[in-house]
């Protein structure tokens, strides 16, 4: 009996509390998950969440690091390649044998693979759901996907509460926790399939040990040995969060630069150790990249050409001979400043979605009487000014296609930091009222958290989303085309990355043409060339462009021509075309051209040339 009230004494007024309040708080986290996904989860509805899970898949099935969603660009590079190797080979771009992926650093796809091998994914959708479709369609493997990036989003908030409670206190802890979890566009990344959430959670273990180095510097605990391993380690997790997107590799700077100001004479090792550590890391996978196209970042290291008027929006990407010479260095500033300039109106004074970044800007003003506060504020400073600057050149027609939840969204790395000081400002803020009775406090933190999470609070209101993500996704439709050709038949569509993923049909994106105005003419130089094009998938991505400044005048105007000719005039499809039966049925009603050599849907045993 005295053991029992122990136990209900420890758990009521003791150390137990603490695992209460633990336990209560993962069990609401689950709770919002759960409603989250019940009334808001979609579809996947970026390129870059399909192009990673089909890459994923073909990883799980044992054909290694190859895609079905192939870019002209990609197909440039692999064959020029080929041909300088004097590979005697009939397949220089490896289109027969398996393209080599070369837009997608390895880090989340291999994880994705390893998710895949170890849990019942189910990729076919039912006959049912292809004939009649629902606007409440929910793919599977997408949903698991999901679940795992909420499971990474729970640990950013564990992070971020450990690492609060470091840096200041449990009240200050609770605080960027509360708001962190209620944050509306951190939900939107973990229903979206992007790698966003693994890269914050590899980012926050960064700080955690750039906070670790400094404390045991200040305070003079650790011999060398502790600080050149850390440092190693430093640079070891900013290589693998280059491992998720490039670009990151640039946040060795504000690294180096936090070791040269704060550790003496130590950064003379930690400097050299840190970078080493980044190169060990990061060199099999160019080494990689390099064999297959003689670059170290493959199709990535174009992208600070893209979304310029030399290659606006996706043209570089589906050019078969880009010409990149034609380049400029005042490309580059114009891009620079025009994409700097949108970032500090636009993005900075809402980063995060939230307006708690407003206490963090209004508290760079306030000096920290903590020595660490201070540093690590100097260091998420400097990577604000290095991400600002990389993401403004790192911008290609992603960002535009899906505003604020893309890869390209680089300033969300450091949210969860920008969190924890506009928390810790707020308690600043708040200990210098001088409140008439203390309960007052606690009824102010929870105005400040419920208007902080305002936004996901509305969202979670009537009237629910759809999970669909159409226009213009429809699995079931893509499915059953996929299904209509053979495994090793080539598509051509203006959204492959669909097709690969859904319809697992190695699918190349439509080239700029199909005849110019100078006579060349990419579709048949690949059909002919590379390897035949025996489908023809063309949606409201095409169908939609704007008649005159797109279709007609614009960098698309040989397939707004050939849709024209296809559905609205009588001149029909271009002499020579091979493509030429569409299946019947609801499909072009609804923005969907499906064209193939023969009538697929017919049998196979009726087969017409």
């Given at each position: 009996m005295i053991r029992l009230q122990e136990w209900i004494h420890?758990?009521?007024?003791?150390?137990?509390?603490?695992?209460?309040?633990?336990?209560?708080?993962?069990?609401?986290?689950?709770?919002?998950?759960?409603?989250?996904d019940l009334r808001e989860y979609r579809n996947f509805s970026t390129a870059e969440a399909m192009d990673a899970a089909q890459l994923a898949r073909n990883i799980a099935e044992g054909q290694g690091y190859t895609t079905l969603f192939v870019r002209p660009l990609s197909l440039s590079l692999v064959e020029q390649h080929q041909i300088r190797r004097h590979q005697r080979t009939n397949d220089f771009a490896l289109l027969k044998s398996g393209h080599p992926d070369l837009a997608n650093p390895p880090l989340y796809p291999v994880i994705l693979a390893a998710l895949m091998r170890a849990l019942p994914f189910d990729y076919q959708i039912t006959e049912q759901n292809i004939t009649h479709g629902s606007v409440l369609f929910r793919y599977q493997p997408e949903m698991l996907i999901c679940f795992f990036n909420q499971a990474l989003f729970l640990a950013v908030i564990f992070q971020v509460f450990l690492l609060a409670r470091r840096l200041f206190d449990a009240s200050v802890a609770w605080i960027s926790a509360l708001v962190l979890a209620g944050s509306d566009l951190f939900w939107r990344f973990s229903v979206s399939g992007l790698s966003t959430l693994l890269t914050v959670v590899?980012?926050?273990?960064?700080?955690?040990?750039?906070?670790?180095?400094?404390?045991?510097?200040?305070?003079?605990?650790?011999?060398?040995?502790?600080?050149?391993?850390?440092?190693?380690?430093?640079?070891?997790?900013?290589?693998?969060?280059?491992?998720?997107?490039?670009?990151f590799a640039w946040l060795i700077l504000p690294v180096l630069a936090f070791f040269a100001m704060h550790f003496g004479k130590r950064r003379i090792v930690l400097c050299p150790v840190a970078l080493l550590a980044l190169v060990v890391v990061l060199a099999p996978w160019l080494a990689r990249n390099y064999y297959w196209s003689e670059t170290f970042f493959g199709t990535c290291g174009y992208a600070v050409m893209q979304d310029t008027p030399t290659f606006p929006a996706d043209q570089l990407e589906r050019s078969l001979k880009p010409g990149v010479v034609d380049f400029t260095l005042g490309d580059y500033g114009r891009k620079l400043v025009v994409n700097v300039s949108g970032i500090i109106q636009n993005e900075l004074p809402k980063l995060g979605g939230s307006w708690v970044t407003s206490f963090f800007l209004v508290g760079l003003l306030v000096p920290f009487v903590s020595t660490a506060l201070g540093r690590l504020r100097i260091f998420l400073l400097l990577s604000l000014a290095v991400l600002?600057?990389?993401?403004?050149?790192?911008?290609?027609?992603?960002?535009?296609?899906?505003?604020?939840?893309?890869?390209?969204?680089?300033?969300?790395?450091?949210?969860?930091?920008?969190?924890?000081?506009?928390?810790?400002?707020?308690?600043?803020?708040?200990?210098?009222?001088?409140?008439?009775?203390?309960?007052?406090?606690?009824?102010?933190?929870?105005?400040?958290?419920?208007?902080?999470?305002?936004?996901?609070?509305?969202?979670?209101?009537?009237?629910?989303?759809?999970?669909?993500?159409?226009?213009?996704?429809?699995?079931?439709?893509?499915?059953?085309?996929?299904?209509?050709?053979?495994?090793?038949?080539?598509v051509m569509s203006?959204?492959?990355?669909?097709?690969?993923?859904?319809?697992?049909?190695?699918?190349?994106?439509?080239?700029?043409?199909?005849?110019?105005r100078k006579g060349r003419n990419d579709f048949f130089a690949v059909n002919d060339l590379q390897k035949p094009i025996h489908g023809l998938y063309?949606?409201?991505?095409?169908?939609?462009?704007?008649?005159?400044?797109?279709?007609?005048?614009?960098?698309?105007?040989?397939?707004?021509?050939?849709v024209m000719d296809s559905l609205v005039t009588t001149n029909g499809l271009p002499v020579g075309f091979p493509l030429k039966y569409s299946p019947t049925g609801p499909f072009v009603s609804n923005g969907h051209l499906f064209l193939t050599d023969w009538p697929r849907w017919k049998g196979h045993s009726e087969r017409t040339r």
């Open positions: 420890k758990f009521e007024v003791g150390e137990g509390t603490r695992t209460v309040r633990f336990v209560l708080a993962i069990l609401a986290l689950l709770a919002l998950a759960a409603v989250y590899i980012f926050l273990g960064l700080i955690w040990c750039l906070v670790s180095m400094e404390r045991a510097g200040r305070e003079s605990q650790r011999g060398g040995a502790w600080f050149a391993a850390m440092a190693w380690l430093a640079g070891a997790l900013v290589g693998l969060v280059a491992l998720t997107r490039y670009s600002t600057v990389v993401q403004a050149l790192g911008r290609t027609h992603l960002s535009a296609d899906s505003p604020e939840i893309n890869s390209e969204n680089q300033l969300i790395l450091l949210t969860p930091l920008i969190f924890i000081y506009g928390a810790g400002m707020y308690s600043l803020l708040l200990d210098q009222l001088n409140l008439p009775f203390p309960q007052l406090r606690h009824l102010a933190t929870g105005a400040f958290v419920g208007v902080a999470c305002a936004p996901l609070i509305f969202t979670l209101l009537p009237p629910q989303e759809y999970p669909l993500a159409y226009p213009p996704y429809y699995p079931p439709w893509i499915q059953q085309f996929g299904r209509w050709m053979d495994e090793k038949e080539l203006d959204m492959p990355w669909a097709m690969a993923w859904y319809g697992k049909r190695q699918s190349v994106w439509t080239t700029l043409n199909v005849q110019d063309l949606t409201t991505l095409t169908m939609d462009a704007r008649f005159y400044s797109q279709m007609l005048r614009g960098q698309d105007w040989a397939w707004g021509k050939f």
